[in-house]
RNA sequence: GCCCGGGUGGCGGAAUGGUAUACGCAAAGGACUUAAAAUCCUUGGCUCCUAACGGGGCUUGUGGGUUCGACUCCCACCUCGGGCACCA
């Protein structure tokens, strides 16, 4: 008998319970017959508990993780933790916890939740990124690169975030303030270590053609590492052995260049100085410039300001002119070479600067690209705005670099066989703000030997960008024995590249772009097998964004948080999970507010569906499959395509407004035989993984010898879909008058009859001969008079 | 400034050349109930004519175009969101 009430509480944990013992979600390497399929969520930072945020990144791909396991494919849906980094560190620091105490016991209870949701992750494979059987490997791929020269150690300019106390990586600087906190960053010179993704840059861009991810992740991809082609020419400055390097993508416009321009930063200034007359003058210049942050010198934008090198002249090599040269800091140190050949006909900030100091603006024709760039002894260059990632970490919670420096030997990686440098517990945490890790004051820990010459050594304090710990994951799903990174090639040929990857748009040019780096530099490491390609993730998607209840961003500070606990307790994991994917299209970078009525919607759905199983028929367990009923029958076969495509293309919302049609018309039928019955279930069961096992159980008698998730999905009768009437649309001028249902197999010719002889088109035409019919079979008539 | 992606009822959205507004929410009316909740049934864009039955016109950001027919294709513009930007 079935029960009277849904009793989601009692039934969700029940099965929870079922599915963790049984373990049916823990994925072979190989099955059997069946192809292996790789779908995976960015995996959760263990920020302390699950926001809605995070049941719309996971329950939602679960959907179609459900779906494809169905199907036939032996799915790999795992989970972990990104457990290192800023935030973890700060709220611990803010509640004087240890960062470590803090992280483990937010997995602890966000693991808990997770299986709240009900979704079929593999937990067996789990990864956490600050376990040292973990970041051994982070370790040893940072050495791999090292030896190949892809991580080096340089003074460079770097980002400085003042409240977090540490340098960032560009990508994580969003409008001159830290990606993080929203802090102004501050420009300071820091010896960091860096990662050599500018050896990428190319096919970082080119690559992206084969990929199946959306145009707009790639166009994004393809600005941030912004390659421009053009070519260095060469200008000789009159009287001297030094020459400027100008790059630009207008070689062109070589004949209306007429004045050089200087970045400040731009050794030759310091190279040209006995020559240079006013020196006091442009020393103090390059020296204010040095002062501006980015920020002052955007919004001086407008003002150009700027000081000749008087004394010193270039040739400009196409006209044999002589020209001025200038120091002025709307040419960046940054950008190209420095350096720039200034054409105030063609560039308009060249024109503003020229207009400012009063310098000609000659407008020649323009020459040809190629030839000119030969006959000036230029050389054709490809330039990119992407810079080298800054790795280094002034702060304590993150994977140490395992290197050693000695003041024989210089920066040493530290032995294989010593890894992991494990991160050292210590009392003061705190980042100093100096410059320096909190791991200088361990003092034990930072005092070793030499791995080379075995002489007394210093350990590397800093510690690497979590990023570097999240660009490897996906692939330490594969190592099932966590201590070991080697992957047999069979694993990796059976796996990689992931079929799915499911993520925030916000990690488009972080994360996505430094694990195709990460991916690709292996690859050519010889870690990854050949065969299976330099790229990591085969088919990308970006989900979209949920609201709160006003409509802004969720946030606490607002007060318009929608608490998914709070829901499942009241309304159930199934119902919340159904909801948001009903909520709207899910490949689609949209933001839609949560709203309370409309889970409720859903919820009513549930009940309804749970309300089914007291038709009587369904009890019948000898009925035959057949609908007696035409259309019933036809409906089914059309909902078990529609959903199935509708999943397929990640369009929750339209396969659940199916599901909730073919519901209403169950439930006016009273000959649903119990195979429908479980069609209906199984179709469900993706999006209402515990209900549809209850009601599986319930109707096979409680045996419990299946789960429900472990069937096959239903397979429709393309004959079955065939209506065999159509609603014929009958329009004049393009206007719809009148319909009628007809037999699918009438006539063209009986079409137009049955059409001239009705009665609201004799009404509208009269007597009038038209003009011309349009028939457009089983759908329209338009008769134009 | 350059490059992407959008704009459809009161709301989330559906339909990619063929009846615009599926499905759900909210709303209104009704049934059940002492009452409420829950549940079930009915209504369904705007507007005009009609006492009513009915019927006309308009409507997918705006204006043009292509077509028998346009939310859908083309052109121009407005607007919102995102990426890049003194990038040479």
């Given at each position: 008998?079935?029960?009277?009430?849904?009793?989601?509480?009692?039934?969700?944990?029940?099965?929870?319970?079922?599915?963790?013992?049984?373990?049916?979600?823990?994925?072979p390497d190989k099955a059997r017959g069946k192809e292996n399929l790789y779908t995976s969520v960015e995996f959760p930072y263990p920020s302390g508990n699950l926001h809605t945020g995070h049941w719309y990144a996971f329950s939602v791909p679960d959907i179609y993780a459900r779906f494809k396991r169905m199907c036939g494919f032996n799915v790999l849906f795992p989970i972990g933790f990104?457990?290192?980094?800023?935030?973890?560190?700060?709220?611990?620091?803010?509640?004087?916890?240890?960062?470590?105490?803090?992280?483990?016991?937010?997995?602890?209870?966000?693991?808990?939740?997770?299986?709240?949701?009900?979704?079929?992750?593999?937990?067996?494979?789990?990864?956490?990124?600050?376990?040292?059987?973990?970041?051994?490997?982070?370790?040893?791929?940072?050495?791999?690169?090292?030896?190949?020269?892809?991580?080096?150690?340089?003074?460079?300019a770097v980002n400085w975030c003042p409240t977090d106390k540490t340098v960032l990586a560009n990508e994580q600087v969003v409008d001159n303030c830290c990606e993080r906190c929203g802090s102004e960053i501050e420009r300071r010179r820091m010896k960091q270590w860096l990662i050599k993704i500018t050896d990428y840059a190319e096919r970082l861009i080119n690559d992206l053609?084969?990929?199946?991810?959306?145009?707009?992740?790639?166009?994004?991809?393809?600005?941030?590492?912004?390659?421009?082609?053009?070519?260095?020419?060469?200008?000789?400055?009159?009287?001297?052995?030094?020459?400027?390097?100008?790059?630009?993508?207008?070689?062109?416009?070589?004949?209306?260049?007429?004045?050089?321009?200087?970045?400040?930063?731009?050794?030759?200034?310091?190279?040209?100085?006995?020559?240079?007359?006013n020196l006091e003058e442009v020393k103090r210049y390059v020296e204010k410039a040095g002062r501006k942050t980015e920020l002052q010198r955007q919004e001086e934008a407008k003002d150009k300001t700027g000081v000749?090198?008087?004394?010193?002249?270039?040739?400009?090599?196409?006209?044999?002119?002589?020209?001025?040269?200038?120091?002025?800091?709307?040419?960046?140190?940054?950008?190209?070479?420095?350096?720039?050949?200034?054409?105030?006909?063609?560039?308009?900030?060249?024109r503003q600067f020229a207009e400012k100091f009063n310098l000609p603006i000659v407008d020649k024709p323009l020459v040809g690209r190629d030839e000119i760039v030969k006959k000036v002894g230029g050389e054709k260059k490809t330039q990119y705005r992407l810079r080298d990632w800054v790795v280094s970490r002034q702060r304590y919670w993150g994977c140490p670099i395992p290197i050693v420096h000695c003041s024989k030997c210089g920066a040493v990686p530290v032995a294989e066989w010593d890894l992991p440098v494990k991160l050292p517990p210590i009392k003061d945490y705190k980042p100093t703000g100096d410059g320096r890790s909190p791991l200088a004051k361990a003092e034990k820990w930072v005092k070793t030997k030499c791995p080379k010459c075995k002489s007394s050594a210093e350990r590397e304090t800093d510690t690497l960008d979590t990023f570097v710990d999240s660009s490897w994951y996906y692939l330490a799903y594969l190592a099932k024995n966590k201590s070991r990174f080697q992957i047999p090639d069979s694993r990796f040929k059976t796996w990689m590249p992931m079929d799915l990857y499911s993520g925030g748009v916000e990690h488009t040019t972080m994360h996505l772009l430094y694990s195709r780096f990460f991916y690709k530099a292996m690859h050519d490491l010889g870690l990854i097998p050949k065969e299976v390609g330099n790229e990591p993730y085969a088919k990308r998607l970006?989900?979209?964004?949920?609201?709160?209840?006003?409509?802004?961003?969720?946030?606490?500070?607002?007060?318009?948080?929608?608490?998914?606990?709070?829901?499942?307790?009241?309304?159930?994991?199934?119902?919340?999970?159904?909801?948001?994917?009903?909520?709207?299209?899910?490949?689609?970078?949209?933001?839609?507010?949560?709203d309370p009525h409309g889970i409720l919607g859903v919820h009513r759905?549930?009940?309804?569906?749970?309300?089914?199983?007291?038709?009587?028929?369904?009890?019948?367990?000898?009925?035959?499959?057949?609908?007696?009923?035409?259309?019933?029958?036809?409906?089914?076969?059309?909902?078990?395509?529609?959903?199935?495509?509708?999943?397929?293309?990640?369009?929750?919302?339209?396969?659940?407004?199916?599901?909730?049609?073919?519901?209403?018309?169950?439930?006016?039928?009273?000959?649903?035989?119990?195979?429908?019955?479980?069609?209906?279930?199984?179709?469900?069961?993706?999006?209402?993984?515990?209900?549809?096992?209850?009601?599986?159980?319930?109707?096979?008698?409680?045996?419990?010898?299946?789960?429900?998730?472990?069937?096959?999905?239903?397979?429709?009768?393309?004959?079955?879909?065939?209506?065999?009437?159509?609603?014929?649309?009958?329009?004049?001028?393009?206007?719809?008058?009148?319909?009628?249902e007809a037999p699918a197999d009438t006539t063209e010719e009986e079409v137009k009859k049955i059409s001239l002889g009705r009665e609201k088109v004799i009404k509208h035409i009269g007597f009038q001969e038209p003009r011309k019919i349009i028939y457009i079979p089983k759908r329209l008539i338009n008769i134009v008079i």
């Amino acid at each position: 008998m079935a029960p009277q009430k849904y009793d989601f509480r009692k039934i969700e944990k029940k099965w929870q319970n079922v599915w963790k013992k049984t373990e049916i979600y823990k994925t072979p390497d190989k099955a059997r017959g069946k192809e292996n399929l790789y779908t995976s969520v960015e995996f959760p930072y263990p920020s302390g508990n699950l926001h809605t945020g995070h049941w719309y990144a996971f329950s939602v791909p679960d959907i179609y993780a459900r779906f494809k396991r169905m199907c036939g494919f032996n799915v790999l849906f795992p989970i972990g933790f990104d457990s290192f980094g800023l935030p973890a560190e700060n709220a611990a620091i803010k509640r004087g916890i240890n960062p470590r105490k803090w992280t483990y016991g937010n997995i602890n209870f966000m693991r808990k939740q997770l299986c709240s949701m009900g979704a079929s992750f593999d937990w067996s494979r789990e990864v956490i990124t600050s376990d040292p059987e973990y970041y051994k490997w982070t370790q040893w791929l940072f050495l791999q690169f090292f030896k190949k020269g892809l991580a080096y150690q340089a003074e460079t300019a770097v980002n400085w975030c003042p409240t977090d106390k540490t340098v960032l990586a560009n990508e994580q600087v969003v409008d001159n303030c830290c990606e993080r906190c929203g802090s102004e960053i501050e420009r300071r010179r820091m010896k960091q270590w860096l990662i050599k993704i500018t050896d990428y840059a190319e096919r970082l861009i080119n690559d992206l053609e084969k990929l199946n991810w959306p145009e707009e992740i790639k166009e994004a991809q393809k600005n941030w590492i912004g390659r421009s082609e053009g070519a260095v020419i060469e200008f000789k400055i009159q009287n001297s052995k030094f020459k400027i390097l100008a790059f630009t993508t207008r070689p062109d416009t070589i004949f209306g260049a007429t004045y050089m321009v200087l970045a400040p930063e731009n050794s030759l200034v310091k190279n040209l100085e006995s020559r240079i007359l006013n020196l006091e003058e442009v020393k103090r210049y390059v020296e204010k410039a040095g002062r501006k942050t980015e920020l002052q010198r955007q919004e001086e934008a407008k003002d150009k300001t700027g000081v000749e090198l008087k004394g010193v002249k270039a040739i400009n090599p196409a006209t044999k002119e002589e020209i001025p040269v200038w120091v002025a800091d709307y040419v960046l140190g940054s950008v190209g070479t420095g350096a720039i050949m200034a054409v105030p006909a063609h560039d308009e900030r060249d024109r503003q600067f020229a207009e400012k100091f009063n310098l000609p603006i000659v407008d020649k024709p323009l020459v040809g690209r190629d030839e000119i760039v030969k006959k000036v002894g230029g050389e054709k260059k490809t330039q990119y705005r992407l810079r080298d990632w800054v790795v280094s970490r002034q702060r304590y919670w993150g994977c140490p670099i395992p290197i050693v420096h000695c003041s024989k030997c210089g920066a040493v990686p530290v032995a294989e066989w010593d890894l992991p440098v494990k991160l050292p517990p210590i009392k003061d945490y705190k980042p100093t703000g100096d410059g320096r890790s909190p791991l200088a004051k361990a003092e034990k820990w930072v005092k070793t030997k030499c791995p080379k010459c075995k002489s007394s050594a210093e350990r590397e304090t800093d510690t690497l960008d979590t990023f570097v710990d999240s660009s490897w994951y996906y692939l330490a799903y594969l190592a099932k024995n966590k201590s070991r990174f080697q992957i047999p090639d069979s694993r990796f040929k059976t796996w990689m590249p992931m079929d799915l990857y499911s993520g925030g748009v916000e990690h488009t040019t972080m994360h996505l772009l430094y694990s195709r780096f990460f991916y690709k530099a292996m690859h050519d490491l010889g870690l990854i097998p050949k065969e299976v390609g330099n790229e990591p993730y085969a088919k990308r998607l970006n989900r979209g964004l949920i609201l709160g209840l006003d409509g802004q961003k969720m946030s606490k500070s607002r007060g318009n948080v929608a608490d998914p606990d709070q829901y499942v307790h009241e309304l159930g994991a199934d119902s919340v999970r159904m909801y948001l994917a009903f909520i709207g299209p899910y490949n689609e970078v949209g933001a839609y507010p949560w709203d309370p009525h409309g889970i409720l919607g859903v919820h009513r759905f549930l009940q309804r569906v749970w309300k089914l199983i007291q038709n009587a028929k369904i009890k019948n367990q000898n009925d035959n499959s057949k609908l007696k009923n035409n259309n019933l029958e036809r409906l089914l076969h059309k909902t078990i395509k529609k959903v199935g495509e509708d999943i397929e293309n990640f369009k929750f919302n339209t396969a659940i407004s199916a599901l909730m049609i073919l519901l209403n018309e169950f439930e006016k039928s009273h000959e649903l035989g119990i195979k429908n019955y479980e069609v209906f279930l199984k179709l469900l069961a993706p999006f209402a993984p515990h209900m549809t096992e209850e009601l599986w159980q319930e109707t096979r008698n409680k045996k419990q010898e299946t789960s429900i998730h472990l069937e096959s999905w239903p397979k429709y009768n393309p004959k079955l879909i065939k209506e065999d009437t159509f609603t014929l649309v009958i329009q004049i001028n393009g206007k719809t008058r009148d319909t009628v249902e007809a037999p699918a197999d009438t006539t063209e010719e009986e079409v137009k009859k049955i059409s001239l002889g009705r009665e609201k088109v004799i009404k509208h035409i009269g007597f009038q001969e038209p003009r011309k019919i349009i028939y457009i079979p089983k759908r329209l008539i338009n008769i134009v008079i």
